[in-house]
C-alpha cells in the first residue's frame, strides 16, 4: 500500500511562515489534496489538486509537489490556523490514503 | 447550498452491526459518488470506503471487506453505511464525504458531513 509521512508537530510565531510537508515515492506523479481539521470538527479543504484552493480558502495556503515531496505552506500564519493538517492521494486501484497528520502549533 | 447531514450517535456491544446515514442536499446527486471516513480518538483520518451515487459501484478498503456495505437510496438522497462484526477498535467517528462519481475518481473530499459517534462497549 501507499505510504504517506509527515512531521508529527510544526510550531510557528504569528506571522510566521509554515511548512508541512508530505512524503512519498513518486508523490509528484499524483494529485494531493490537503485538509485542515480543528478540534471536534470535520475537516475542511484547503489546497486540493496539488496547488488550487477551494473558494473561500486564503491565498495564505498554498501548495506544491514534485519528486517525493508535496508541501502546504501557510503564509502570514495566524492563531486561528492552530489545526491538524492531512495530505491525502488516490491509491491507483485501492482507494484515497491520508497521511498521518501534522499538529500546527501557533506560538 | 452543499449539505451531508448524518445521523445521531450509536452505542453498541460487541459483534453488533451500526448503520449511519449521510442525507444530501443542495447539489444534483446522481453526479456524485460519496466516502466514508472515521477517526479513532485522538488518532488520524482513515479511509473505509467509496459509493458512486450514479451506478451504485463501491471501493472499500481492503480492511473492512467482508463487513462493510455502503448502499444508497436515491429518491431521498441518502447514502449509508453499515459496519458488522463491531469491536472496540471500530470506536471512532465517522464522517461522509463528497468526491467524484467514478471508480478511480481523484477528485478531493469537498464537502464533509458533521460526523457521527459510534461507540463499541460492553
Known amino acids: 500500500s501507499y505510504v504517506l509521512t509527515q512531521p508529527p508537530s510544526v510550531s510557528v510565531a504569528p506571522g510566521q511562515t509554515a511548512t508541512i510537508t508530505c512524503g512519498a515515492n513518486d508523490i509528484g506523479r499524483k494529485s494531493v489534496h490537503w485538509y485542515q481539521q480543528k478540534p471536534g470538527q470535520a475537516p475542511v479543504l484547503v489546497v486540493y489538486d496539488d496547488t488550487d484552493r477551494p473558494s473561500g480558502i486564503p491565498d495564505r495556503f498554498s501548495g506544491s509537489n514534485s519528486d517525493n515531496t508535496a508541501t502546504l505552506t501557510i503564509s502570514r500564519v495566524e492563531a486561528g490556523d492552530e489545526a491538524d493538517y492531512y495530505c491525502q492521494v488516490r491509491d491507483s486501484g485501492r482507494g484515497y490514503v491520508f497521511g498521518p497528520g501534522t499538529e500546527v502549533t501557533v506560538l | 447550498q452543499t449539505q451531508l447531514v448524518q445521523s445521531g450517535a450509536e452505542v453498541k456491544r460487541p459483534g453488533a452491526s451500526v448503520k449511519v446515514s449521510c442525507e444530501t442536499s443542495g447539489y444534483s446527486f446522481t453526479f456524485y459518488g460519496v466516502n466514508w471516513v472515521r477517526q479513532a480518538p485522538g488518532q488520524g483520518l482513515e479511509w473505509m470506503g467509496w459509493i458512486s451515487s450514479h451506478n451504485g459501484e463501491t471501493n472499500y478498503a481492503q480492511k473492512f471487506q467482508g463487513r462493510l456495505t455502503m448502499t444508497t437510496d436515491t429518491p431521498t438522497k441518502t447514502v449509508y453505511m453499515e459496519l458488522r462484526s463491531l469491536t472496540s477498535d471500530d470506536t471512532a467517528v465517522y464522517f461522509c464525504?463528497?468526491?467524484?462519481?467514478?471508480?478511480?475518481?481523484?477528485?478531493?473530499?469537498?464537502?464533509w458531513g458533521q460526523g457521527t459517534q459510534v461507540t463499541v462497549a460492553s
Open positions: 464525504a463528497r468526491s467524484g462519481r467514478t471508480a478511480g475518481t481523484t477528485r478531493p473530499f469537498e464537502f
